[in-house]
Nanobody, 127 residues
Framework: QEQLVESGGGSVQPGGSLRLSCAAA????????IGWFRQAPGKVREAVAC????????AFTDSVRGRFTISRDNAKNTVDLQMNDLKPEDTGVYYC????????????????????WGQGTQVTVSS
């Protein structure tokens, strides 16, 4: 069903950290731009972070800039989202998505830009 699979979600207290991974069994992710999106209950899905192919341009939404880092681990064929200083408003289901065509992560990152999606992983931040 899904080309991609997310892992690393869980429950953490405010100020804590989680590291999410996006993996693909039969696709070399280094050739793809990868976006991370999240959706909270009752809210629209929003872009969180993006990394261009070959670890090019990175982009972050304002609410996570300085707290989240996106990177590639090509030995493991994953794209990771390191989330630090987590806040309750970071709670939601996190998805990774991939696009192979020429794509620079800059400005608006829209879910319609991406053709392959994972199933999502839950992140809960609460006291």
């Amino acid at each position: 069903q899904e080309q991609l699979v997310e892992s690393g979600g869980g429950s953490v207290q405010p100020g804590g950290s989680l590291r999410l991974s996006c993996a693909a069994a039969e696709t070399t992710l280094d050739y793809y731009a990868i976006g991370w999106f999240r959706q909270a209950p009752g809210k629209v899905r929003e872009a969180v972070a993006c990394i261009s192919s070959k670890s090019g341009t990175r982009a972050f939404t304002d609410s996570v800039r300085g707290r989240f880092t996106i990177s590639r681990d090509n030995a493991k064929n994953t794209v990771d989202l390191q989330m630090n200083d987590l806040k309750p408003e970071d709670t939601g289901v996190y998805y990774c998505a991939a696009t192979r065509g020429y794509y620079v992560c800059s400005g608006d990152v829209r879910e319609t830009d991406f053709g392959s999606w994972g199933q999502g992983t839950q992140v809960t931040v609460s006291s």
